[in-house]
């Protein structure tokens, strides 16, 4: 078996020479997938300059019989016809720009994209601990003070603080390791992966995570250990430190970061969601649910027409109609030109029966759908508007266009136009489509169906099995079909999710602490506040007020790197949302509630102490 990530995946694997139909494709067949082993002495552009000769010493003749031209006029009018070869270590992150390859792709601007959020959040920690650290300075003061005057020198103390500092990481990676063992087959079933935790054993990744380890130890435990060394011992033994928010300018600076970062994630996490949602339920000009697709027809042999009979004899079914295509995607392209014009335009094209729009309910917006009623119908064609704005047709109604599809060009007739429907990948616009009438029994059989999936599935099941009861029974739904196209983009969003709330949360925690450590330093002016008369809600939103104002600051320094975020994102996409105003205001909003209810138990219990207590405090 080969493994699962592994691009090429196969249930049996067939010698070439025993399939001699195979090489009856010609130079122009694109069917097929091409694997070279490189020289490792000659570069990948010496190979596709070769490739360029190969192109027009056997490519040329071929093209030039059927375009009735020279290659040289091909490409001197804009026409493009090339191979070419990239290193297979690229095949699955770097091309995703390429149809038609063996396995769906994934993106290495995906890779990008959780790299970022994994440093945002482990920022978002870092920043914690050195808040915390330095705003706890006053409880590790006398310890500083006492071994200046016992001649400690200020390097050996920081070298201690980073070493605490370091041993709190490296206790974090330990306990990292085991969470992700148990948290594995979780992320697997969300991202859609195979990945192993043996993987973590890499030389290459043990080597990563040692580095990571110490610098993320280093780095949030330098400010604490320069902070805490830089006390005078005279004005530390004397009482004279002060500690908390008010010398914390750099720490209200590192609150505004953190929140910065998680408000950039919860706006890109909601607009995320609104594109998933508007992606499933666009309207693609189709109506894609309570269809079945049979595939393999062929197998039926000579009783493919008795079973569309007898499936439409069904009471679950509605309609029913032979394709070659395979929805979502058109595989097929074809040059078309103009009759008396030497432009060409490569378009989509597939073949289907008179059934077809019945089936799809894609809609007409001029002419007719082909009918048994007409004889000519089988030289007819039906074309989507984005075709007609290709060919700069103004009155396509029968029209004349050629097809080289073939040996010798063919004479084709316009009788209707479909308004343009998304046929594939909704990250593309929709390209022109010519739809042919077919002249043989097609391999595909669409079936529109009324009631349960589950009763649809059975009946037509039962009436494969009478005919061919050896063959394989396969099927799919078109709805489904369409959901796979954006199933990485779902993935991708739950993800994201989980990962903006786990730094919400970390983000949070941060704040929890510093709330705690800021009533504790004012507990004696709550005490003189609550004598003089202050309410317990006055009290809770002094302590609060400083926070909110550090949230909002956030709130605003976020707007424009999400904004960026986002918009490169949907960019990505032919069809997708616009950027909502209320996504960032429930973003701003929802940070703003988070963090009072983070700061409002400590403001409340703060309020809440017996004045009492809080003037003997110290």
Known sequence: NPPTNSHLQFDALLSWSSWPDLNEGGWTSNSY????????????????????????????????????????KFREQGGIYSHYIYP?????????????????????ANVYIFLAVGIFILL???????????????????????????????????????????????????????????????FNEISGKELYFTALFQPSIISAVILLTLFVGLMSGSYPAIYLTSFKAVEVLKGKLRAGMKSGGLRSTLVVLQFSLSIVLIICTILGFQQINYLQNRNLGIDKKNVLIIRNTSRLSTHSDGFRTAVKEQSTTKTASFTNNVFPGV???????????NADHIM??????????????????????????FATDSTAIIINEAAVKEMGLKSPLNEEILSFNGPAPTTLKIIGVAKDFNFESLKEKVRPLVIQLSRQRDNNLLIRYDGSAKDAVASVEGLWKKLAPSEPFEYAFLDENYDALFRSEQRLSKLFTVFT?????????????????????????IGIRKVMGASH????????????????????????????????????????????????????????????????????????????NSLRYE
Not at 39 to 55: F, G, I, M, P, Y
Not at 164 to 180: P, Q
Not at 331 to 341: A, E, H
């Open 501 to 525: 709330i786990l730094a919400i949360a970390i983000a949070c925690m941060g704040l929890f602490g510093l709330a705690s450590f800021t009533a504790e330093q004012r507990t004696k002016e």
């Open 348 to 373: 989509g094209t597939y073949y289907a029966d008179y059934e077809h729009q019945d089936v799809m309910k894609f809609e007409l917006k001029e002419g007719r759908y082909f009918s048994r009623d």
């Open 88 to 108: 297979m270590t690229e095949t699955h992150l770097y091309t995703s720009h390429l149809q038609h390859d063996i396995l769906p792709k994934s993106d290495i």
């Open 33 to 72: 997938h091409t694997y070279v082993k490189k020289n490792r002495l000659t570069s990948v552009e010496e190979v596709n300059s070769k490739l360029e000769d190969l192109v027009e010493k056997y490519v040329g003749p071929t093209l030039e019989s059927g375009l009735g031209f020279s290659f040289d």
């Open 331 to 341: 595989n097929n392209t074809t040059v078309f030109r103009s009759v008396g014009n």
């Open 124 to 186: 978002i920690a870092s920043i914690n601990f050195m808040n915390l650290s330095t705003a706890r300075s006053a409880n590790r003061a006398k310890e500083v003070g006492l071994r200046k005057t016992l001649g400690s020198f200020r390097s050996t103390m920081v070298a201690q603080f980073l070493i605490e500092s370091c041993v709190y990481a490296i206790t974090a990676a330990l306990v990292s390791v085991g969470l992700v063992y148990f948290l594995l087959p979780a």
């Open 537 to 612: 809600i006055s009290v809770a939103s002094l302590l609060s007020r400083e926070f909110t104002k550090l949230v909002v600051i956030s709130f605003l320094i976020a707007i424009a790197p999400a904004y960026y975020l986002v918009n490169y994102w949907l960019n990505q996409f032919a069809y997708h949302v616009s950027i909502s105003v209320l996504a960032f205001v429930a973003a701003g909003l929802g940070a703003l509630l988070l963090a009072w209810l983070t700061v409002g138990y400590q403001s409340l219990k703060a309020a809440s102490a017996k004045p009492v």
